[in-house]
């Protein structure tokens, strides 16, 4: 089979290939050069309070239930504290579409800056992986040479101890997403029980564990550029207002070395006209998805600003002001002025709005205690020795608050009839369902043949807090 090659000699040929895939559909392995500068120090301050937040999350308990839990298989979530049940689903969808729609805003705005600041994905291996391979192998250009030299004893233990501190540092991330999904009370019983009990868990960790190992060890980058769907939208999101991590190119073009100028023959010597752009490619080498900015937005930029440092330290030592690649949009760089307000802008952000206010008011508005009575499934209405007619019900309480709520039903309508309870249900815990069971029983002249229509009432300390309208069975199999 032949391999058709795109055009590689077009101005846009590098919209033909993907930096980190050889012509033949090999792997490049991007070697970038250790960032610095004024925007990876601010990186690392909010990465290291993400991970902060990130690492201790799970341990924070607001009145007794995790800070923070996603617990699909029981299906109970916590956000900041607040716990949501099966019940308030509506207000997941909603929360969900209110996510997206945000999304679509923030993005259509400020470009890609919660790939290069916020997303797990980035300060994982920009942090943590990446710094830990910097301090074994040095900067790019080492590591390459590195690579790139024959293998030794003292080479192998060292490539051997990285992978080690690389799988352990998975293993640990693992432990902690676990933790976000079963909670931390869980994870540590799998942890320090005999691992014969917890073979599901114990077999869970190791999955996240080899997959978070050849994310950060292997797949890198490639997470960014061809799996992440979030990457994959941009070209629909981004326009030419949109701000991004961009080089000037009316500043910085026709780009050229740095011409060293002899004073003897300067006065009668012509210069070519140049930009600032001086060629280095630092901005290139810097890279971690190997693409140079200065063709433009593209795809695989994660908007990581090491290019913005590494260009800025070049334009101080040659003595030109700061800022040939910087936050800004394609519009403010060709017209000089910034408009970010567009026709798309104001349509999101209608949604936006109304999406969201909408969230808020079922948020608010939603009830903190639910209650569902009904007749136990499968059950017929009994007749007593004294003629009076008794139904089995099921009755079940979610109780949202963080305090326990005394519970106390009472029948409504019609006005004759026993309410019996089956076992305690005087009173629900905070923050849980109580599933009980109750016999209603009539007497024969209350009920004027065929079924009824009953009303229950909940009440807590003398307050209604659900009435619940329900069938009252008559016909009996005796
Ligand atoms: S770092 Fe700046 S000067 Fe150097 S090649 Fe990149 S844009 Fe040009
Ligand atoms: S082009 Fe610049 S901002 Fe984009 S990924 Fe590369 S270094 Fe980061």
Same mark, same amino acid.
């Given at each position: 089979?032949?391999?058709?090659?795109?055009?590689?000699?077009?101005? *846009?040929?590098?919209?033909?290939?993907?930096?980190?895939?050889?012509?033949?559909?090999?792997?490049?392995?991007?070697?970038?050069?250790?960032?610095?500068?004024?925007?990876?120090?601010?990186?690392?301050? /909010?990465? /290291? =309070?993400?991970?902060?937040?990130?690492?201790?999350?799970?341990?924070?308990?607001?009145?007794?239930?995790?800070?923070? =839990?996603?617990?699909?298989?029981?299906?109970?979530?916590?956000?900041?504290?607040? /716990?949501?049940?099966? $019940?308030?689903?509506?207000?997941?969808?909603?929360?969900?579409?209110?996510?997206?729609?945000?999304?679509?805003?923030?993005?259509?705005?400020?470009?890609?800056?919660?790939?290069?600041? =916020?997303?797990?994905? +980035?300060?994982?291996?920009?942090?943590?992986? &990446?710094?830990?391979?910097?301090?074994?192998?040095? *900067?790019?250009?080492?590591?390459?040479?590195?690579?790139?030299?024959?293998?030794?004893?003292?080479?192998?233990?060292?490539?051997?101890?990285?992978?080690?501190?690389?799988?352990?540092?998975?293993?640990?991330?693992?432990?902690?997403?676990?933790?976000?999904?079963?909670?931390?009370?869980?994870?540590?019983?799998?942890?320090?029980?005999?691992?014969? $009990?917890?073979? /599901?868990?114990?077999?869970?960790?190791?999955?996240?564990?080899?997959?978070?190992?050849?994310?950060?060890?292997?797949?890198?980058?490639?997470?960014?550029?061809?799996?992440?769907?979030?990457?994959?939208?941009?070209?629909?999101?981004?326009?030419?207002?949109?701000?991004?991590?961009?080089?000037?190119?009316? @500043?910085?073009?026709?780009?050229?070395?740095?011409?060293?100028?002899?004073?003897? &023959?300067?006065?009668?010597?012509?210069?070519?006209?140049?930009?600032?752009?001086? *060629?280095?490619?630092?901005?290139?080498?810097?890279?971690?998805?190997?693409?140079?900015?200065?063709?433009?937005?593209?795809?695989?930029?994660?908007?990581?600003?090491?290019?913005?440092?590494?260009?800025?330290?070049?334009?101080?030592?040659?003595?030109?002001?700061?800022?040939?690649?910087?936050?800004?949009?394609?519009?403010?760089? @060709?017209?000089?002025?910034?408009?970010?307000?567009?026709? @798309?802008?104001?349509?999101?952000?209608?949604?936006?709005?109304?999406?969201?206010?909408?969230?808020?008011?079922?948020?608010? +508005?939603?009830?903190?205690?639910?209650?569902?009575?009904?007749? $136990?499934?499968?059950?017929?209405? $009994?007749?007593?020795?004294?003629?009076?007619?008794?139904?089995?019900?099921?009755?079940?309480?979610?109780?949202?608050?963080?305090?326990?709520?005394?519970?106390?039903?009472?029948?409504?309508?019609?006005?004759?009839?026993?309410?019996?309870?089956?076992?305690?249900?005087?009173?629900?815990?905070?923050?849980?369902?109580?599933?009980?069971?109750?016999?209603?029983?009539?007497?024969?002249?209350?009920?004027?043949?065929?079924?009824?229509?009953?009303?229950?009432?909940?009440?807590?300390?003398?307050?209604? =807090?659900?009435?619940?309208?329900?069938?009252?069975?008559? +016909?009996?199999?005796?």
């Amino acid at each position: 089979m032949s391999i058709i090659k795109a055009p590689t000699d077009t101005p *846009d040929s590098f919209r033909n290939k993907v930096s980190s895939i050889g012509a033949e559909g090999a792997r490049n392995w991007i070697y970038a050069k250790k960032p610095s500068g004024k925007f990876y120090n601010a990186r690392t301050v /909010v990465s /290291v =309070l993400l991970l902060a937040f990130l690492f201790g999350a799970p341990f924070i308990k607001v009145n007794g239930h995790p800070f923070m =839990l996603f617990n699909i298989i029981e299906r109970k979530f916590v956000f900041f504290g607040m /716990v949501f049940f099966p $019940q308030d689903f509506y207000l997941v969808v909603l929360g969900l579409l209110t996510a997206l729609v945000s999304i679509f805003l923030f993005t259509a705005i400020f470009g890609r800056l919660w790939c290069g600041w =916020l997303c797990p994905q +980035t300060v994982f291996l920009e942090m943590l992986f &990446r710094k830990i391979e910097f301090l074994f192998e040095g *900067d790019g250009r080492q590591q390459r040479q590195y690579n790139e030299a024959p293998m030794t004893p003292g080479k192998f233990i060292k490539k051997v101890l990285k992978q080690a501190i690389f799988f352990a540092l998975s293993f640990f991330i693992a432990n902690m997403f676990l933790s976000y999904i079963i909670g931390i009370d869980e994870l540590k019983k799998i942890v320090t029980d005999p691992p014969a $009990q917890h073979l /599901v868990g114990l077999f869970a960790i190791l999955i996240f564990s080899f997959l978070f190992y050849g994310v950060f060890a292997w797949f890198r980058e490639q997470a960014c550029i061809i799996v992440c769907p979030y990457g994959r939208y941009q070209s629909a999101l981004v326009d030419a207002n949109t701000i991004a991590v961009s080089y000037d190119f009316k @500043r910085g073009e026709p780009r050229g070395k740095l011409v060293k100028i002899d004073p003897k &023959r300067s006065a009668t010597e012509t210069l070519p006209s140049r930009g600032d752009c001086v *060629d280095c490619k630092q901005c290139v080498d810097v890279c971690p998805t190997g693409i140079d900015i200065r063709n433009g937005i593209q795809l695989e930029c994660v908007n990581c600003t090491a290019c913005i440092d590494a260009c800025d330290a070049v334009m101080t030592k040659i003595k030109k002001p700061k800022g040939l690649i910087r936050y800004t949009s394609l519009n403010a760089i @060709r017209e000089g002025k910034f408009k970010w307000l567009s026709p @798309r802008i104001l349509g999101y952000a209608g949604v936006w709005i109304a999406i969201t206010s909408l969230f808020l008011f079922f948020f608010l +508005t939603r009830p903190m205690t639910e209650v569902l009575i009904l007749r $136990q499934p499968g059950s017929l209405a $009994q007749k007593q020795a004294n003629g009076e007619i008794v139904n089995f019900y099921l009755l079940q309480i979610v109780n949202k608050q963080a305090y326990d709520v005394p519970i106390e039903l009472k029948l409504i309508a019609p006005d004759k009839g026993q309410i019996t309870m089956v076992g305690e249900m005087a009173s629900v815990p905070r923050i849980a369902e109580k599933t009980g069971r109750f016999f209603l029983s009539m007497p024969k002249d209350a009920l004027a043949g065929g079924d009824v229509n009953v009303k229950f009432g909940v009440y807590s300390q003398g307050k209604l =807090l659900k009435e619940v309208d329900t069938k009252f069975l008559t +016909t009996t199999l005796n």
